[in-house]
């Protein structure tokens, strides 16, 4: 997905990977494609990935049934969730305001709600829209 792509080969999911997991949060990558639909991975196609990207999640799970995608109803790559030490959704929706990359004034959702979460705040903006290509579910 070009809006994924994006992200990575901007260096922003990476430094937003590094910046969390610093702080302790444990980050996992869902691959929810389905096998033969566009995103599907297998477990060497996606440490591949990650090491090409120098991306640094705490873990990737791969989801090709979908269960974890719907049971958060994702929706678009990416799809971002952050779910709190006592197991509550605090956020759903876009990594950013962003889609297009040009926005020079651009705002981190993620890394707003998380830093909200992080202080014992509750987060601003629970809910946004999120962008990118469709999750490909079975």
Known sequence: CPYTVK?????????????ATGKGV???????SAPGKQGHVTA????????????????VLLDHDGKIGR????????????????GALVYQGAIDNDPSGA????VNYVAKAL?????????????TRAYGCSVKYK
Do not use: C
């Open 7 to 19: 992200h990575y080969a901007t260096g922003n999911m990476q430094a937003l990977q590094q910046e």
């Open 26 to 32: 444990v980050w996992l990558t869902v691959a929810s």
């Open 44 to 59: 060497a196609q996606a440490n591949k990935l990650s090491t090409e990207r120098k991306a640094v999640p705490t873990a």
């Open 71 to 86: 049971l958060y109803d994702a929706r678009t790559t990416p799809h971002m969730f952050i779910v709190d030490q006592k």
């Open 103 to 106: 926005n020079s004034d651009r």
């Open 115 to 127: 830093d909200e979460v992080l202080a014992g705040q509750s987060v601003s903006e629970p809910e």
